[in-house]
């Protein structure tokens, strides 16, 4: 059973979990049709693959060191740290630490992009949607 989203004007605690992290799972906290909230857990050494979406979004590091893998090259991130992504950039996660992110994704009616709310994963090779 999903998690029910928080709605707007609720406060939404997203402090570091420190000791209480691990084990912990990747939430989406909230969802408008305009907004999405995630806090995105990832243990150490755990890969997210290369994927868009069709906005910019930002990745803000709230605990651990996680790097954002890009073809420009490797953006390192650190508690306190955040990044703004353009608009369909490429971009990989990989964790070197028990990490956890606030990623906010900017959604058309509802969705992460045209094609697609799971990120528009794409099977580089054949530039063809990965099911999740």
Same mark, same amino acid.
Do not use: F, W, Y
């Given at each position: ?16 979990? #420190? ?6 799972? &990747?939430? &989406? ?41 890009? #073809?420009?090259?490797? $953006? ?17 996660? $990989?964790? $070197?630490?028990? &990490? ?33």
């Amino acid at each position: 059973m999903a998690l029910p989203h928080a709605q707007p004007l609720d406060i939404i605690n997203v402090a570091p979990l #420190g000791e209480k992290l691990h084990g912990q799972v &990747s939430t &989406s906290l909230i969802k408008t049709e305009r907004l999405q909230l995630q806090h995105l857990v990832l243990a150490n050494n755990q890969d997210i693959p290369q994927h868009h979406v069709d906005d910019e979004c930002t990745i803000q590091c709230l605990e651990g060191d996680v790097e954002v893998v890009m #073809g420009a090259g490797v $953006r390192r991130l650190r508690p306190g740290n955040v990044i703004v992504l353009p608009a369909r950039q490429q971009h990989g996660l $990989r964790a $070197r630490a028990e &990490s956890a992110l606030l990623v906010t994704l900017i959604l058309n009616k509802g969705d992460a992009g045209d094609q697609g709310g799971a990120g528009n994963r794409r099977d580089l090779g054949k530039n063809t949607p990965v099911k999740p």
